[in-house]
Every structure is written in C-alpha cells, then in structure tokens.
C-alpha cells in the first residue's frame, strides 16, 4: 500500500538524512546543522524504522549508501530544492528584496561593507543581512544565506557556484599624519623603526581563518631581510581593531589589499612603498544554489564583479606612483 503524506516521517528527517548522505558522515552532518552526532544518528536510525528500509551501510571508520538510500536521496534533494524554491518565491512576494552574507569578521567589516554602501544607494529598496564571524566556520552552509565571501576553493562542495575575486595581497600601510610625524619610510629595511601593529596568533587559529598565517616576520622574509627585533606596540586578534589604530595614527599594520583599499581611497590611510606580498592563494565569492534564480542576488554579484574590475584598472593606471593598492 502506497504511504500516505500524512503518516511520512519529519521534514527534518529527510533533511539530516540529505545532509548525511551528502557527507557519507554522522559527525559532519552534525557540525553542518549544529547538533551533536548522536542526534544525526538517532535521525536516522527513526527514518530507516519508519521507512522499513536500511539507507545506510555502516562500517568501522565511514558510511555507504545503499541502494535505497540512493534512489531515497535523489527524491529528497529535488523536493527539498522545490520546497525551498517555493519558499524563496513566498519571501520575494511578502517585501522587500534582501541578501544574506556571511564571512569573517574583516571582510565583512572592511571589505563587503563599502560594496553594500555603493549598491544601496542605487537600490535602497533591497536589505541587506551580514552575518560576520572569525569562530563560526558554518555561516556559509547556513540555509539563509545568499553569499559567502570565502577564502580558497577547497572550503565548497563541488557543484556549488564560485566567483574568483582577487588572489592575497599584503603590503603595510599607515595613516598620512603618521607618516608626516614618523617618516619617511622608504623601504622596507626602514620599517625597523616604525611602530608596528600585529595580528595575534590567535586570530589565525580561529575556526573561520584556518589558512597558513602572515606576519610582519613573513613579510620581511619575502624582503629579503631578517625580521628585526621589535615588540608590537599592539597586538590583536581583531583586525578591523588594528586598521583603526592604523587610521588614528598609532602605527603601521600589514594591510591586506582587498581590506584596506577603501581606506586608502578615502586618504585615511596611504602605501608606504612599492612592495607588496603576493601569496598564490585565492578569494572567492561563493553563491547559495537556492538563491542562484534570485535577481537581485545577482544584480549585487554583478555590482561587486564590476566594481572589482573597475578598480583594478585604476590600480593598474596607477601603479607607477607605488601610492595605489
């Protein structure tokens, strides 16, 4: 006898179930949707009673589909999509447009920020929702989001939809009124008498970073000099922290070019010199499949895209004076 709607098992069965097979792991699966393994496994073990079917084959150290999870899987992955479609229409008819973005703590405050600014003022119709965290690696999978600015590829699904941004660029940068006290500061041996702002270890440690740090010692290394020894009139695991000290004249700090560029457009901080740190690795803008037929989603992609190849044309216009980022 076929199984009526009114007796299948929960909407968030099938979920943690998606989430599960998609992994092939009850603890992932778990980090994904904030609860534990045991509450994915005990999910699971309820839907495969209430379906009289086994979904998965369970081994020592991983999971299996079987055949009924698969042909399970497809079914609830396309009517998940269309519910959520559904849903996203039903948000779109009740008010305004709005967008969610999630990323860390920095490029959301220096870097996503300006872009929301500029957009708004030519679209002060659609909202705007940042959700920004250094610690919170599962911002980016949450359900609400649009876009997650994200750093390497490696961090998406494959299949998910990618944007290429800009690869990593640090070049260290102070304030004009910091400069005209302290300087000048014409390369890079001279920085030894600077105050130097640094980020703390403990920032490249959180949860959301996790990439291989740079430090003032690395920048001096790629400079061909042995970091001279210096005691950080500041340190911080808060960037945005230190681009204020910077701004207020304190010190010099490592800008991150993708960071501070609005600052330095602005004239509120300034390039000290022409060398900058290039690190083969990549900043990408990653798009939620559910919000990939939304409009206005992609209007503000287009914007940010736009700006971004607008102002590496000025940088590139630039460049001879070493004053541009």
């Known amino acids: 006898m076929s199984l009526k709607r009114r007796y299948l098992p929960s909407l968030g069965s099938f979920a943690a179930f998606e989430v599960a097979a998609k992994h092939l792991s009850f603890t992932l ?24 079917a086994t979904l998965f084959v369970r081994k020592h150290n991983s ?26 229409g039903l948000n779109a008819s009740s008010g305004p447009p709005v967008i969610t973005c999630s990323g860390t703590l920095a490029a959301i ?13 030519e679209r002060s119709d659609v909202r705007f929702v940042l959700l920004a965290s250094d610690e919170d690696d599962t911002l980016r999978n949450f359900d609400e989001v649009d876009l997650s600015f994200i750093f390497g590829n490696e961090r998406c699904e494959v299949g998910e939809c990618l944007y290429y941004l800009f690869p990593e660029v640090v070049q260290p940068v102070c ?18 008498r600077a105050d130097l702002l640094e980020l703390h270890r403990k920032h490249w440690t959180a949860e959301a ?29 808060n960037y945005p922290l230190l681009l204020n000290a910077a701004v207020k004249g304190e010190g010099v700090v490592l800008g991150w070019r993708h960071l501070v ?46 700006n971004l190849a607008d102002s590496e044309q000025h940088r590139s216009h630039g460049a001879a004076t070493g004053q541009t980022l």
């Open 29 to 52: 699966a778990g980090n994904e949707l904030n609860v534990t393994q045991a509450a994915i496994s005990q999910q699971i073990r309820g839907l495969e009673k209430s379906l009289g």
């Open 63 to 88: 999971l299996e589909l079987t055949s009924n999870g698969q042909q399970l899987l497809s079914a609830v992955s396309d009517g998940l999509d269309i519910i959520c479609h559904a849903i996203n």
């Open 109 to 121: 405050a220096c870097w996503l920020k300006p872009f929301v600014d500029r957009f708004r003022s």
């Open 175 to 192: 304030s004009p009124a910091y400069l005209e006290r302290h300087g000048p500061f014409p390369d890079a041996q001279s920085l030894g």
């Open 209 to 237: 970073i996790g990439w291989h740090p740079i430090t003032w010692a690395s920048w001096f290394h790629a400079n061909g000099l042995d970091m001279p020894h210096f005691s950080p009139i500041m340190t911080s695991n």
């Open 261 to 306: 560029r609005s600052l330095v457009d602005e004239g509120a901080l300034c390039v000290l010199f022409d060398a900058p740190l290039r690190v083969d690795r990549g900043y990408y803008l990653k798009v939620n499949r559910a919000s990939l037929d939304k409009p206005h989603v992609q209007e503000f992609i287009d914007f940010v895209l736009m």
